[in-house]
C-alpha cells in the first residue's frame, strides 16, 4: 500500500517503512506527525475522491532536522555590469513513515 501525501507545497509518494526529506516541519525529533493524504492505493483499490480520504492519514516520525544542498542563484543582465550572486539552503525535516492508515 501506497500514498501521495501533501506537506511544503510538494507532493510525494511514500509507503511504510520510507524515510523521506520533506520541508521544515514544526515538530521535536522522535514525535508524530500525522500527514494529509490526497492519493491512496492499495492491490486492488484506488481511492482518489478526496471525501473518502479525510479519514485517511499517514503518520510518520521525526527523524532530524537538517539543511539541504546550497543552490546557488546568479543574476546577470548583459552590456549593463549587473551580476548578483546569491546561496540558499533550504531546512528539511527527513522523516519515517510508520503507518498508512485508510480509515
Not at 4 to 11: I, L, S
Not at 74 to 83: I, L, S, T
Request: cysteine-free.
Amino acid at each position: 500500500m501506497y500514498a501521495v501525501v501533501a506537506t511544503g507545497g510538494k507532493q510525494l509518494k511514500v509507503a511504510e517503512g520510507d524515510v523521506v526529506a520533506v520541508e521544515k516541519l514544526d515538530a521535536e525529533v522522535g514525535s508524530t506527525v500525522d500527514l494529509d493524504v490526497i492519493f491512496l492505493a492499495d492491490d486492488e483499490n484506488i481511492v482518489a475522491d478526496p471525501a473518502s480520504l479525510e479519514k485517511a492519514k499517514v503518520v510518520v516520525e521525526v527523524v532530524e532536522h537538517f539543511k539541504g544542498d546550497k543552490v546557488m542563484i546568479f543574476k546577470f543582465k548583459k552590456r549593463k555590469g549587473y551580476k548578483r550572486t546569491r546561496g540558499h539552503r533550504q531546512n528539511l525535516t527527513r522523516v519515517l513513515v510508520k503507518e498508512v492508515r485508510q480509515a
